[in-house]
């Protein structure tokens, strides 16, 4: 098993950043990929990025290409998101996902292990 605690969200204006941390318990981390979601109130949960074991393969979801960034220390067990240009409709919760897997992949009902989640809002 693996324990989760997401820190780093806040307020921010439009257009500026955040980085979101993502800190894992446990000694087999690098075996999980790792993944954030968000979710805004009223919606469904969304995938934002996915990485890969070894942090050479990554994912994200269209509308933050080029604006986030995931990346991953196996060796302090922790999975970044930095998230530069920050726009109102990126404000939610963002919860970092864990899943014991060889495949980066975006589906969420395939993560078995969350955080607690971080409050992002970005004001306009």
């Known amino acids: 098993q693996v324990q989760l605690v997401e820190s780093g969200g806040g307020l921010v204006q439009a257009g500026g950043s955040l980085r979101l941390s993502c800190a894992a318990s446990?000694?087999?981390?690098?075996?999980?990929?790792m993944a954030w979601f968000r979710q805004a109130p009223g919606k469904e949960r969304e995938f934002v990025a996915a990485?890969?074991?070894?942090?050479?393969?990554?994912l994200y979801r269209d509308s933050v290409k080029g604006r986030f960034t995931i990346s991953r220390d196996n060796a302090k067990n922790t999975v970044h998101l930095q998230m530069n240009r920050l726009k109102p409709e990126d404000t939610a919760v963002y919860s970092c996902?864990?899943?014991?897997?060889?495949?980066?992949?975006?589906?969420?009902?395939?993560?078995?292990?969350w955080g607690q989640g971080t409050q992002v809002t970005v004001s306009s």
């Open positions: 446990g000694r087999t981390f690098s075996t999980y990929v």
């Open positions: 990485i890969s074991r070894s942090g050479t393969t990554t």
């Open positions: 996902a864990a899943d014991m897997t060889s495949v980066v992949h975006t589906t969420f009902a395939e993560y078995h292990y």
